[in-house]
Every structure is written in structure tokens, then in C-alpha cells.
């Protein structure tokens, strides 16, 4: 079966810190992966997405970077975190193709200071 | 025209009473809506999906009610218990369009009264 796995659970950074969040996937192979930010009370936005190696797409430009070093590995950074970043940050995965279900992994809670 | 509109907000039912959900999109192009439960602190878990070519889906106490010409969609939980206090999403997304990304509504916290 398929895990998804994020890390660290929970975050706390100052403002002007760098950020590394890192997603793994087990049981599948060259899925899409998605990074989606929640903030407090509010929907998903969805911030990348690949499906592939090296392959990133950005669906809202600002202060994250997304990288796909390997096929199951999904890193979302920052060189400079600000307040705003602050959220519930999300990866997901599916198989390649659309209309296929993602699935979401337990998220990591940012809180920036 | 990317947008689903989700109703409403927050919801508070009695224990066995009915929860209702709403959904509302635009863009004609979607065909598949997926709802997704969320509890707190966790990621949100596919609850129930459906395409355009059924008007209902049921799974247990789950139903989805699909509109295609009013473009509408909606969630009913029968026989709605504590344990289903949770935030609901409905999405969707179009056959061809990005990678089959889902374009999320906003939310609906719900909150049932033992």
C-alpha cells in the first residue's frame, strides 16, 4: 500500500529564517505531488505541482520554492521565510493522469515569529 | 471562472440529523467532484466522488447529489454523528486540464450536537 510521509510535524521559524519541508511517498512510483498551503479557516491553495523528476510546476508566484530531487521525494523551501508563510502545509500525491485522487499526507503546521 | 463556491460556512446539527453541503462551479469544462473530510490537525481524506454522468452517488450515510445544469453539487451526511465534526472541501477538476489539478472550495466546518 501507499504512505505519504512529511516532516517536520510541526515548525516554528523566525521571520527571515530559511524553511525546508520535506514529502515522501512509499508504494508508487513517478506520481504527481502536489504542495497546497492551508491557512487558518481557510480552503487549499494549491502552491506546486510535478509530475516528474525536476519537473515543477508554480501555480502562485511568491516567497516558496518547490524542488524534485528524486521520484517520490517533493521539498518545498524558502531562503527568507515571512509572516504571511505561516499555514498548514500540505503534500499530496496521485497517479499520473488526470482526474485521479490525491492523497494527502498529515501536513506540517509553520508558524512564523 | 476557476472558482467553486462552497456553502455555507460552518453548519451545527443535531446527532441524526441531516447535514447539507453545497457546491457551485462555473466552468463547464469540470467532470469530476470529489469531496474531501478533514479533521483537525490532519490532511483532508477522499470521502466520496462523483462524475457528471450520475445524478446521485450513496456510500453508507454519504450521499452526493450532482446538478449538471445548474452546475451544482452537494453532500448529505444522514444520520449525522459527533464523529463527523469535521471541515469539509468539495473540488473539482476537468479531464485534460492541469495534470488533473482539483480546484478546492473554501470549506465547511461542521459541527454535530450530541
Known amino acids: 500500500s501507499q504512505t505519504i510521509h512529511q516532516w517536520p510535524a510541526t515548525l516554528v521559524q523566525p521571520v527571515g529564517s530559511p524553511l525546508s519541508l520535506e514529502c515522501t511517498v512509499e508504494?508508487?512510483?513517478?506520481?504527481?505531488l502536489y504542495w497546497y498551503r492551508q491557512a487558518a479557516g481557510r480552503g487549499l491553495q494549491l502552491l506546486f505541482y510535478?509530475?516528474?523528476?525536476?519537473?515543477i510546476s508554480s501555480e502562485v508566484p511568491q516567497n516558496l520554492s518547490a524542488s524534485r530531487p528524486q521520484d517520490r521525494q517533493f521539498i518545498l523551501s524558502s531562503k527568507k521565510l515571512l509572516l504571511s508563510d505561516s499555514g498548514f502545509y500540505l503534500c499530496?500525491?496521485?497517479?499520473?493522469?488526470?482526474?485521479?485522487?490525491?492523497?494527502f499526507g498529515p501536513g506540517t503546521r509553520l508558524l512564523v515569529l | 471562472q476557476q472558482q467553486v463556491k462552497q456553502s455555507p460556512q460552518s453548519l451545527i446539527v443535531q446527532k441524526g440529523g441531516i447535514s447539507i453541503i453545497n457546491c457551485a462551479y462555473e466552468?463547464?469544462?469540470?467532470?469530476?467532484f470529489p469531496w474531501y473530510q478533514q479533521f483537525p490537525g490532519k490532511g483532508p481524506a477522499l470521502l466520496i466522488a462523483?462524475?457528471?454522468?450520475?445524478s446521485e452517488k450513496k456510500e453508507g450515510r454519504f450521499t452526493i447529489s450532482f446538478n449538471k445544469s445548474a452546475k451544482q453539487f452537494s453532500l448529505h451526511i444522514m444520520d449525522s454523528q459527533p464523529g463527523d465534526s469535521a471541515t469539509y472541501f468539495c473540488?473539482?477538476?476537468?479531464?485534460?486540464?492541469?495534470?488533473?489539478?482539483?480546484?478546492f472550495g473554501k470549506g465547511t466546518k461542521l459541527s454535530v450536537k450530541p
Open positions: 508504494g508508487t512510483s513517478n506520481p504527481n
Open positions: 473540488a473539482a477538476s476537468s479531464y485534460g486540464g492541469s495534470q488533473g489539478n482539483l480546484i
Open positions: 462523483i462524475r457528471p454522468d450520475v
Open positions: 499530496a500525491w496521485s497517479v499520473q493522469g488526470p482526474q485521479e485522487t490525491q492523497y
Open positions: 466552468n463547464t469544462a469540470f467532470d469530476y
Open positions: 510535478s509530475v516528474g523528476i525536476g519537473q
